[in-house]
């Protein structure tokens, strides 16, 4: 079937994920990049009055547990994996260096990890700029796949590229869709249209073909199951639930520093009102006058609160394959953040790890089949081709698991002093990296150490008694 064809089926999967791509995906991407605050006080809004949100709003804490999140799981390009051509070819090799170079591929693919962590899904679009190779990498607010493949509806068949979006809140889908354009790419052709499916010539290529011959974008997604991935409903709200907790506590904290007066059958006419609030209270008619003053001093049990933070925090990184740590720290704001910070995470890294082997060997290829149009066009100045075997495997070193040093230098300590392992067994179980020979070394090195140092307490013992020849016993 033509592209053309399908318009009117691809503008009503573009009105039926519009507002979830544009919306919540944005949102989680505005989060990610710093802007936690606006999303943190549109819900304080809702929920509190007028009077509370006003002096509550400026003790929101800047605490962005997505971004730590994110951080944390995406660690796959921190250390730049090597690439290299399965089949040794000498032009292969020095091709892949120059677009290894002009891309910049590891900050583009370091960006994509963490997009994949924030959003389940993204694109990669390769180009040409001035005769040089590059990279763009597309967050989930920037296009929609889309599927009519007969059997496999996982399978894209086009690329829904957005062009110029209208994202007002309180113009009418209809109307924003009737603003918007988008870019169709299928594997022969380029359409542009608007998102009420009227066609818009493209100026610098009328007849609307894709020479490439197939789609110029990589699509990645975590979902075996569905073309577009089902969002995180718990992603966007544990990401603004922390910090509007801890701005509770700000806010009850206020209220700890500055007990209520009242007083009981007082004339305040002239009493200057030092306090931040301050009752008057008048007993029932017929009571005997008692006039006094008395305070209030509100209660919160912080150490709950905090506690109750902590539970939702580790149940919630469970449920995204983390392994936290740091459990008996976590009662303060620092130690919640300690939580994250020496989590292990490595088990849900190495589950993305076959997924980017997959989507760096599927760029690759796509390399391959656009640079040879962009030689055959003279779009790029490197004119050399790539061999028919070419093909590159990436390897991206090992995983290491996060430990905690000193916890398990305690944990070989009590079992040294238990007598459950011999010193040599202790000394090995702190180094795993040594063999025999290096640890018997580095025993040998230790104690000569404690062999020398004794020998310098001796000397300082004798000396300060004298020169009177003393033992000292060790």
């Known amino acids: 079937m033509a592209l053309r064809d399908k318009i009117p089926a ?20 505005n ?42 799981l995406s660690q796959l390009y921190i250390d730049a994996p090597t690439r290299e051509v399965a089949v040794k070819n000498v032009v292969d090799s020095e091709l892949l260096d120059v ?32 005769g040089v190779p590059l990279f763009r990498v597309l967050a989930a607010n920037e296009f929609i796949p889309f599927s009519d493949h007969p059997k496999d509806k996982t399978k894209m068949t086009v690329f829904i590229k957005f062009g110029e979006i209208y994202t007002d809140d309180y113009m009418p889908l209809e109307q924003k869709l009737g603003k918007s354009t988008f870019y ?5 052709e380029v359409i542009k249209i608007t998102g009420a499916g009227e066609e818009i010539e493209i100026e610098d290529n009328p007849d609307g073909v894709n020479s490439y011959g197939v789609i110029p974008f990589i699509y990645a997604r975590n979902s075996y199951i569905d073309l577009i991935p089902q969002r995180d409903t718990d992603t966007f709200t544990m990401a603004t639930l922390i910090p509007l907790i801890f701005s509770d506590l700000n806010y009850a904290t ?44 509100p209660e919160v049990d912080i150490d709950k609160v905090l506690a109750s933070i902590k539970e939702q925090l580790y149940m919630w990184l469970d449920s995204k394959g983390i392994r936290a740590s740091g459990f008996e720290s976590a009662n303060t704001a620092s130690g919640i953040a300690k939580v994250i910070d020496e989590a292990d995470a490595t088990s849900a890294r190495r589950k993305q790890l076959n997924k980017f082997i997959e989507v760096e060997a599927r760029l690759w290829q796509l390399v391959k089949v656009m640079h040879e149009v962009w030689v055959r066009s003279g ?55 040594l063999d025999d020979e290096q640890i018997d070394a580095l025993l ?5 150490e404690k062999k020398s140092n004794v020998e310098t307490m001796q000397q300082t013992f004798q000396g300060d008694e004298g020169g009177e020849d003393t033992e000292l016993k060790v």
């Open 10 to 29: 691809i503008v009503e999967h573009i009105k039926a994920n519009f507002e979830e791509t544009v919306g919540y995906q944005r949102d989680l991407i």
């Open 31 to 72: 989060i990610l990049e710093g802007n936690l605050l606006s999303y943190v006080l549109q819900v304080m809004k809702r929920e509190l009055s007028p009077k509370a949100y006003e002096r509550s709003k400026g003790r929101v804490p800047a605490i962005n547990v997505l971004s730590r999140l994110v951080d944390k």
């Open 99 to 130: 677009y290894e170079s002009s891309t910049g591929v590891n900050s583009r693919m370091d960006f994509a990890n963490r997009l994949y962590n924030t959003n389940k899904r993204f694109a990669i679009e390769p180009y040409v700029e001035d």
């Open 184 to 188: 169709l790419y299928s594997d022969d």
């Open 254 to 297: 206020q209220f700890l520093s500055h007990s209520v007066f009242y007083g009981i059958d007082i004339d305040v006419n002239n009493l200057e009102m030092n306090p931040d609030a301050f009752w008057q209270v008048s007993s029932k008619n017929g009571e005997g006058k008692s006039p006094s003053i008395g305070t209030i001093k």
């Open 379 to 433: 779009e790029i100045k490197e004119r050399r081709l790539f061999s028919k075997d070419f093909y590159v495997d990436v390897n991206f070193g090992s995983l290491e698991p996060v430990t905690d040093t000193k916890k398990e230098l305690e944990e070989i300590k009590l079992k040294l002093d238990m007598g459950l392992i011999s010193k040599r067994m202790a000394v090995k179980e702190s180094n795993p990296m």
């Open 444 to 448: 040998k090195e230790i104690e000569d």
